[in-house]
T-cell receptor, first 115, second 114 residues
Framework: GESVGLHLPTLSVQEGDNSIINCAYS??????FIWYKQESGKGPQFIID?????DKRQGQRVTVLLNKTVKHLSLQIAATQPGDSAVYFC??????????????FGRGTQLTVWP | DGGITQSPKYLFRKEGQNVTLSCEQN?????MYWYRQDPGQGLRLIYY???????QKGDIAEGYSVSREKKESFPLTVTSAQKNPTAFYLC?????????????FGSGTRLTVV
């Protein structure tokens, strides 16, 4: 079953505001986490990833925070734009040090950006 | 440009027919995966393969079959045994080896039963 879940299935923000999308995971053995963006009718696109030896990682307008104490992952999008409207998925590997490569996906959060 | 290509983009299947979805990658990735996505749902793993001529069942393999005769190709056949095949199908690939790497996804195939 799924161990990666989302606190909210939908999130609406106004253009220019910051967005925070949350994800909870239950497997303390997970040591790799990744966020994907999926636009309607398209395949998911890589946004950012983080390994368990880090608490924070920044990309272009995005930041991923990892709180291993409470098994929580978040994606922050700065100055949200209409083009950010999509479904966002988090995923974890569940198997520390494994070379299997399998990722386990959450159900996703639909982000809608209003002008 | 390197990437992963799925075809066709749209596919229609009649009751009782088998259909095959194509997935090709030129990224030299070792592992390939097939996921099914239903409206408002996450990604559910159908099959995956780590090396040529070997593949493993995922969480919802019943009614599906795959082959991995070449590193670059991982076709998925949706058989007549799959009772509810209408869905969006996603193929992905990844490197393997030291540690884990993220997936690269294809653009998907939307299968509809008519």
């Amino acid at each position: 079953g799924e161990s990666v879940g989302l606190h909210l299935p939908t999130l609406s923000v106004q253009e220019g505001d910051n967005s925070i999308i949350n994800c909870a995971y239950s497997n303390s053995a997970s040591d790799y986490f990744i966020w994907y963006k999926q636009e309607s009718g398209k395949g998911p696109q890589f946004i950012i990833d983080i390994r368990s030896n880090m608490d924070k990682r920044q990309g272009q307008r995005v930041t991923v925070l990892l709180n291993k104490t409470v098994k929580h992952l978040s994606l922050q999008i700065a100055a949200t734009q209409p083009g950010d409207s999509a479904v966002y998925f988090c995923a974890e590997n569940k198997e520390r040090g494994s070379t299997l490569g399998r990722l386990y996906f959450g159900r996703g959060t639909q982000l809608t950006v209003w002008p | 440009d390197g990437g992963i290509t799925q075809s066709p983009k749209y596919l229609f299947r009649k009751e009782g027919q088998n259909v095959t979805l194509s997935c090709e990658q030129n990224l030299n990735h070792d592992a390939m995966y097939w996921y099914r996505q239903d409206p408002g749902q996450g990604l559910r793993l159908i099959y995956y393969s780590q090396i040529v001529n070997d593949f493993q069942k995922g969480d919802i393999a019943e009614g599906y079959s795959v082959s991995r005769e070449k590193k670059e190709s991982f076709p998925l056949t949706v058989t007549s045994a799959q009772k509810n095949p209408t869905a969006f199908y996603l193929c992905a690939s990844s490197l393997m080896g030291q540690g884990i790497y993220g997936y690269t996804f294809g653009s998907g195939t939307r299968l509809t039963v008519v």
